[in-house]
């Protein structure tokens, strides 16, 4: 076989690999995508809605906050308190003017200004984190494969990483098998 009819599978190959791994790695996102933009004057109050909406945030990735800790910190609080903007009550404060948070469970996030009146012009964002084996990836190798054995029970009923694992495993049996082919 000739290097030009290999190329093709060659270049899928790597593909296929660089798709997995930009899917497996976490994210470092800066809030407002600039630096400094956990203040005010915001652009508008629904600036930092707009800015988590076009991103999608998955177990693992970390959300930067900065801002100036003289006059600004970061709340993380329940929903009825980001609602209401109430910055007392039972909430993780950060003040350092550089947090970092790790999204470490599924879920939405809610965070605030610990100045109630900045809170209340827009001061706040709500992030709402997925599981990455929930995003939908497009088929990467469309090959005939053999049928898969029926699952064995699971007692718990909590399937954890096995998604995640049988789909890494049928990328792995198809290059194995595509270099076969080669």
């Excluded at 003040?95 to 809610?110: E, P, S």
Aim: proline share 6%; with cysteine.
């Amino acid at each position: 076989m000739n290097m030009a009819s290999s190329s093709p599978i060659l270049l899928m190959i790597i593909f296929s690999m660089w798709l997995l791994i930009s899917h497996s790695e976490s994210t470092d996102y800066l809030i407002g995508d600039s630096h400094n933009s956990w203040k005010v004057p915001l652009p508008s109050r629904r600036a930092f809605a707009r800015w988590a909406s076009a991103h999608e945030f998955t177990v693992g990735d970390t959300i930067l906050f900065e801002y100036d800790n003289e006059t600004e910190s970061v709340h993380e609080v329940n929903e009825h308190d980001y609602i209401m903007c109430h910055t007392n009550g039972e909430h993780v404060e950060h003040h350092d003017g550089n947090t970092k948070v790790v999204l470490d469970k599924i879920g939405v996030y809610h965070f605030i200004s610990g100045t109630k009146r900045h809170c209340k012009m827009g001061l706040k964002l709500a992030v709402v984190v997925q599981n990455k084996h929930d995003l939908v990836l497009p088929p990467l190798i469309t090959m005939p494969m053999p049928p898969s054995p029926s699952p064995s029970p699971n007692s718990s009923g909590n399937k954890g990483g096995a998604a995640g694992l049988g789909f890494i495993m049928w990328l792995g049996v198809s290059l194995v098998m595509m270099m076969f082919l080669i």
